[in-house]
T-cell receptor, first 114, second 115 residues
Framework: KAGVTQTPRYLIKTRGQQVTLSCSPI?????VSWYQQTPGQGLQFLFE???????NKGNFPGRFSGRQFSNSRSEMNVSTLELGDSALYLC?????????????FGPGTRLTVL | AQTVTQSQPEMSVQEAETVTLSCTYD???????LFWYKQPPSRQMILVIR??????QNATENRFSVNFQKAAKSFSLKISDSQLGDAAMYFC????????????FGKGITLSVRP
């Protein structure tokens, strides 16, 4: 099976812009989670989607949003970018039931905000 | 709230030797899962090993094994016969068995392997 894929792999934006990141889960996986990784804060949970519904949300401002499509692919959007949004954004997918299955990670999208 | 603590930021091991990475966690729940993930310089997060809290037997995956002490809330990773390819950042992670749970990570530990 193909692994979790994320596009784009690298992105450079300027402050105030918005960005959309995409994640395609492993075939058959219906749960998708997003994480932000920075040197200072480490890995922080953004949100989790299951069957097109947001099931859990981390402590991030409303500028961070996401959605999941019927084919389980997910997108996350960050509006009004700030310098502090520069990070590696990781997507992870798991099988049918969130909380009971292992999450498998994609290669990440490296976002740089100038 | 659950927390995961990895107190050692860096460790080094000689090739072919054994190294143990420490992790402690705090939770009031009885049913949960623990993981060790490896993140090499490529930044791809790779699952190393997983442990279900209800299982008393420690998980093992080839050269990787854990020492799970539920009462002490300790979950250490032992890497035997260390190889150069084991050099990476290792993250300990916790996830409740509940339906809406999230994965909580420790700060990670950087492991270097000396040839």
């Amino acid at each position: 099976k193909a692994g979790v894929t994320q596009t784009p792999r690298y992105l450079i934006k300027t402050r105030g812009q918005q960005v959309t990141l995409s994640c395609s889960p492993i075939s058959g996986h219906r749960s998708v989670s997003w994480y932000q990784q920075t040197p200072g804060q480490g890995l922080q949970f953004l949100f989790e989607y299951f069957s097109e519904t947001q099931r859990n949300k981390g402590n991030f401002p409303g500028r961070f949003s996401g959605r999941q499509f019927s084919n389980s692919r997910s997108e996350m959007n960050v509006s009004t970018l700030e310098l502090g949004d520069s990070a590696l954004y990781l997507c992870a997918s798991s099988q049918v039931v969130p909380g009971t299955d292992t999450q498998y990670f994609g290669p990440g999208t490296r976002l740089t905000v100038l | 709230a659950q927390t995961v603590t990895q107190s050692q930021p860096e460790m080094s091991v000689q090739e072919a030797e054994t190294v143990t990475l420490s992790c402690t966690y705090d939770t009031s729940e009885s049913d949960y899962y623990l993981f060790w993930y490896k993140q090499p310089p490529s930044r791809q997060m790779i699952l190393v090993i997983r442990q279900e809290a209800y299982k008393q037997q420690n998980a093992t995956e080839n050269r990787f094994s854990v020492n799970f002490q539920k009462a002490a809330k300790s979950f250490s990773l032992k890497i035997s016969d260390s190889q150069l390819g084991d050099a990476a950042m290792y993250f300990c992670a916790y996830r409740s068995a509940g339906a809406n749970s999230k994965l909580t990570f420790g700060k990670g530990i950087t492991l270097s392997v000396r040839p």
